[in-house]
């Protein structure tokens, strides 16, 4: 047994050796066994790539990206005429209840409203806003919110609107992705599910 091991060990070292130690200087490129990431298929940032027309291997992020973690910047739809209870849903540190006087519920708001819920919202809370969305199929713990439920149909306008904006729990917050403008017609409509649910 004392052999194999005397042998094994020999080997080992011819092939160290003949492979060469990390860092020896070769005419040719060394056989990587284990590369270790030391070099990458991939353009490194700010570095000339060949691949794209304008030489550079950087790309520009799409107009409108928000990197993860920023507020939205202000557009047309979120100018920052509005009162402070229309950009946050609160009263100073209060939730305000009610719609703020920049919105005006009507038809077209809650239809706006439903196509929004539709795009954001159904996949967790499904269609009538009961919390069995398509995820639901898959996470289960912890449940997702029932927006009819009586304890959600008590909450201030504003704290739904606030919800949305900053999220909860496991939810993210919609800020950088819905426009102010349509997080109210959001809360308008879960408020027309709520009335519709009878609960």
Known sequence: MRWFFLILTLFAVMLAVGYGARGTKFS???FELFPDMDRQYKVKYQKPSEFFEDGSGARRPVVGTIPMGYQAPLNKKD???GSEYYRSGLFG???GDGFPEEVKVDAALLDHGRRRFQIYCTPCHGESGNGQGV???YWLIPP???LVD???KALPDGQIFWT???GKGLMGPYSGAVPIAD???ITAYVRALQGASGN
């Open 93 to 95: 540190d209060f939730y």
């Open 164 to 166: 949305i904006t900053h």
């Open 183 to 185: 997080r109210w017609a």
């Open 150 to 152: 009586p304890r959600v």
């Open 144 to 146: 997702t919110a029932n």
């Open 79 to 81: 100018t920052p005429v």
């Open 135 to 137: 995820v639901a199929k």
């Open 28 to 30: 040719k490129p060394p």
